[in-house]
């Protein structure tokens, strides 16, 4: 009864929180906040480790952030 009514609504209240994330990364990589973008796409993946966008973003970020390391080293 009531607990599944409950259930349904915290499961689409964490479908809108990771859609809200999702949304938030892609604007923050467009900003060019890269450890911001990696921190917010690590949100979404706690809550829903397969998601494929948050993944994506993760492993963009962290090419970003790799690249833009061995440059500052290479200067």
């Given at each position: 009864?009531?607990?599944?009514?409950?259930?349904?609504?915290?499961?689409?209240?964490r479908e809108y929180?990771?859609?809200?994330?999702?949304?938030?990364?892609?604007?923050?990589?467009?900003?060019?906040?890269?450890?911001?973008?990696?921190?917010?796409?690590?949100?979404?993946?706690?809550?829903?480790?397969?998601?494929v966008k948050a993944?994506?973003?993760?492993?963009?970020?962290?090419?970003?952030?790799?690249?833009?390391?061995?440059?500052?080293?290479?200067?």
């Amino acid at each position: 009864g009531n607990d599944v009514g409950i259930e349904e609504e915290e499961e689409e209240v964490r479908e809108y929180r990771v859609k809200c994330l999702n949304n938030l990364a892609a604007a923050q990589l467009k900003l060019e906040q890269f450890d911001e973008a990696l921190h917010t796409s690590r949100d979404v993946l706690t809550l829903q480790p397969n998601n494929v966008k948050a993944l994506f973003r993760t492993g963009k970020v962290r090419v970003v952030l790799s690249l833009r390391d061995t440059i500052k080293h290479l200067t």
